[in-house]
């Protein structure tokens, strides 16, 4: 169960990927957090975030064109090709 929802529908980039970053900076380190978009390039975007933050990121395609984004915060290890369930 996520500790925090970011509804990020109908917004456009940047906007998803700057939000979902000002999530991360200020929830805990343990925080999950649901971020919902509907922007194709979030699908590319929060992910690679994530890889660089060093978060583990899974994507949920719904059948409404709604992408929910599960980011756990908690530090995966750094290898940027560990396969973590994510679309690069």
Known sequence: MANLRLDLTG???PIPVHESRRAMEHSA?????????DDPESLHDIPALCTR???????IRGDDQVFTFIISKYKTDSNPHRDNGTTP
């Open 29 to 37: 380190d343990d925080d999950v957090i649901e971020v919902l978009s």
């Open 11 to 13: 917004q456009l980039c």
């Open 53 to 59: 933050k060093g978060y583990a990121c899974n994507v």
